[in-house]
């Protein structure tokens, strides 16, 4: 945020007309005597240079008046400046309100990273639900602090049956992650997750949407893993699955408010966990081109997801004002999904449209909901590339 000059403060208004008599030291009057024998007094206003001549006074002196004291003050002085005063006071309060020091970002220098998400973003921990989770699931949700600190990470293990992108972000392939180095991968996201069970059915009884990855986070995880602010990245890659789940759901009848809804218990998620000490760095990402994958080809997800995106950017927008200490980062996976599809050749991609269960590099697809390991190390490097960006 670039720091706004104050204004100066409003200079005390003058009396007008009114002078002070200086040049005559107190307690002694300057007299000078008439022609006549009676005292005739002169008294020499400040900065006129001249004697002003008053009228004989029978042989009195004329004696100058006493200066104001404090109590004495002009009222009208006072009551013409208090409101300046009060005015300017207020300003500078809300100006300094305004600059809330975020903590200094840098990437090379984020130990703790976590995630929460649905299968784009999932890795596989010897605690997991095996090929949807790093540690538990719905039915078995609330881990012991044991559980989580000996898990491990199993390689090669995610929805590109490869390394994904958060694997190639921080590095963190395999093992537990507090022996990764720089960044260490906690990851709580879920295979299948939509946001939020009351809103969408789970695929699955186990399934652990949104909402419950961050609530088991904050029960097993919050008070035993470090998140100094300094240190620590947040990210959030959801709506993927609600998209896609709502194109034949004929309950909702108003998707425009049923987004809401969906913002409103995602956000109230991230809150939550902001509430619990990840206050350091949240970076959104957006939902990807899906529409474009071997499995769909209609309008209708198309429209979802720029609904979707457009009351994201929206709630993101929010989020960023209520949390001015915090830095806010997002991702636009939709756009990059798009670019490298219409630049496939460019990136290497021979075949955008069909999939290969395979480990063959000219294929942009993994199967027919997900992209391949290359498609996800892109991923990587354009976030790095934004994070290092970012740096200071």
């Not at 300094?96 to 130990?111: H, I, S």
């Not at 994904?164 to 395999?174: K, M, Y």
């Not at 219409?342 to 063959?360: A, L, N, P, V, Y």
Request: aromatic letters at 12%.
């Amino acid at each position: 945020m670039s720091s706004t000059a104050l204004p100066e403060p409003a200079g005390l208004a003058r009396r007008s007309g009114l002078t002070a008599v200086t040049d005559i030291p107190s307690g002694r009057d300057d007299i000078t005597p008439g022609s006549d024998g009676v005292g005739t007094s002169i008294v020499r206003p400040a900065n006129t240079g001249k004697d002003v001549v008053g009228r004989p006074n029978n042989g009195q002196v004329k004696r100058r008046p006493k200066p104001r004291t404090k109590k004495e003050e002009d009222p009208s002085l006072i009551m013409l400046v208090t409101p300046v005063l009060l005015v300017f006071f207020a300003y500078v309060a809300l100006r300094v309100g305004a600059f809330v020091a975020k903590p200094k970002f840098n990437w090379a220098k984020t130990k703790y990273v976590y995630a929460f998400g649905d299968s784009y973003t999932f890795v596989q921990g010897t605690k997991g639900h095996a090929n949807f989770s790093f540690i538990g699931d719905m039915e078995n949700l609330l881990l012991s602090k044991h559980d989580l600190l000996s898990d491990e990470i199993v390689p090669h293990n995610t929805s590109s049956n490869g390394a994904n992108w958060i694997e190639f972000l921080t590095g963190c392939f395999e093992g537990k992650p507090s022996n990764c180095h720089p960044h260490q991968l906690w990851n709580f996201a879920f295979a299948g997750a939509d946001i939020d069970a009351a809103l969408l059915p789970l695929h699955h009884t186990f399934t652990t949407p949104l909402v419950d990855q961050v609530r088991q986070w904050a029960t097993i995880a919050s008070n035993v893993l470090p998140h100094p602010p300094a240190e620590t990245i947040t990210f959030w890659w959801i709506g993927i699955n609600d998209t896609g789940d709502t194109v034949t759901n004929a309950t909702i009848t108003d998707f425009n408010a049923f987004w809401e809804k969906e913002m409103e218990s995602y956000f109230k998620a991230v809150e939550s966990s902001v509430s619990r000490g990840l206050t350091g760095t949240h970076f959104f990402i957006n939902v990807p081109a899906e529409h474009r994958n071997p499995n769909f080809n209609a309008p209708i997800i198309q429209t979802h997801i720029i609904e979707f995106n457009t009351i994201l950017d929206q709630y993101i927008n929010a989020f960023q004002q209520r949390h001015k200490e915090m830095n806010v980062f997002t991702f636009d996976s939709y756009g990059f999904f798009n670019e490298v599809l219409d630049r496939g050749e460019e990136f290497g991609f021979e075949d955008i449209t069909g999939f290969c269960q395979c480990s063959d590099p000219k294929f942009f697809w993994f199967n027919s909901g997900h992209p391949t390991e290359r498609v996800h190390k892109l991923i990587a490097e354009a976030i790095e590339k934004q994070l290092i960006q970012a740096s200071r």
